[in-house]
């Protein structure tokens, strides 16, 4: 990773926005840092990599905030868990070529942007909500596990909407279950990586610092004050955008 300063700034500025938009809601921010890298040209292994370990800082530091909340189901978690960790792991593994990992990265980042576009019920204002079977559970956690791996996110963006669409848990919950299920999916993917040989870092200290401050900000800031659904909205436009641009690259 190559940048000079200004472009080195503006990359962290960014970073640094896009912590706080999705740790306010339990995430980790992976489908948006590789939006950004991607609109600096970043090599897509260092894409993969850095966007997996920001990932990890940022949704850990949520996940801290949603635990100190009281609001982590372990009873509700880990089937997602167990399941999607080694299959992130064998995502991990995966050597894609530049041309099909910017598609299948492309269809990720729409994905995204169609989740943060949609305006979810709030389940948990006076909604029933009932634990999920263990098969759909399992059957989620490793789906979603496995693409997280191969691409470089976290999965969480895609886990939240379903959780609330399915009405397994509150948003409170879902939150909590998202941020863990984020943290440990991304490791087991950073994992796979340096296992077959494709953990690149590049230039990472700068974006650790801003991906940090970022959580801290989101983390506590809250969704109701920092994430409103024009905002969101504006956000999955940015990911459209950088999604038509990895398509045109990839061709």
């Known amino acids: 990773m190559d940048l000079d300063t200004p472009a080195l ?8 926005l896009v912590a706080a938009l999705y740790s306010s809601v339990g995430h980790g921010g992976a489908s948006g840092y590789l939006a950004t890298l991607s609109f600096f040209g970043i090599a897509p292994a260092q894409m993969a990599t850095t966007a997996l370990v920001l990932n990890t800082l940022t949704a850990t530091t949520s996940f801290t905030a949603y635990v100190r909340a009281g609001y982590l189901s372990l009873a ?6 167990v399941a999607s960790v080694p299959a992130a792991f064998v995502g991990g593994l995966a050597h894609l070529k530049d041309r ?7 269809v990720i980042l729409t994905g995204a942007a169609i989740r943060l576009a949609m305006s979810l019920p709030a389940s ?8 999920p079977p263990r098969t759909p559970a399992l059957a989620s956690g490793a789906g979603i596990g496995l693409l997280s791996g191969m691409v470089g996110v976290g999965g969480g963006i895609f886990l939240s909407p379903i959780m ?9 919950q879902t939150a909590a279950t998202s941020a863990i299920f984020i943290v440990v999916n991304s490791i087991a993917g950073l994992a796979g ?4 040989g494709a953990l690149q870092f590049g230039l990472l200290a700068p974006l650790l610092l801003a991906a940090f401050l970022g959580g801290l900000v989101g983390s506590h800031t809250g969704a109701n004050k920092f994430t409103g659904l024009t905002v969101r909205r504006l956000l999955a436009v940015v990911l459209v955008i950088a999604a038509f641009k990895l398509v045109i690259t990839s061709w």
Not at 164 to 172: E, I, N
Request: hydrophobic share 55%; glycine share 10%; proline share 5%.
């Open 9 to 16: 700034v503006g990359l962290c500025l960014l970073v640094f």
């Open 193 to 196: 990586r340096a296992v077959g």
């Open 124 to 131: 948990g204002d006076g909604q029933r909500t009932n634990p």
């Open 164 to 172: 609330v669409l399915m009405k397994w848990a509150d948003a409170k």
């Open 100 to 106: 099909t990992y910017f598609l299948l990265l492309a």
């Open 76 to 81: 509700l978690t880990w089937p997602f868990l």
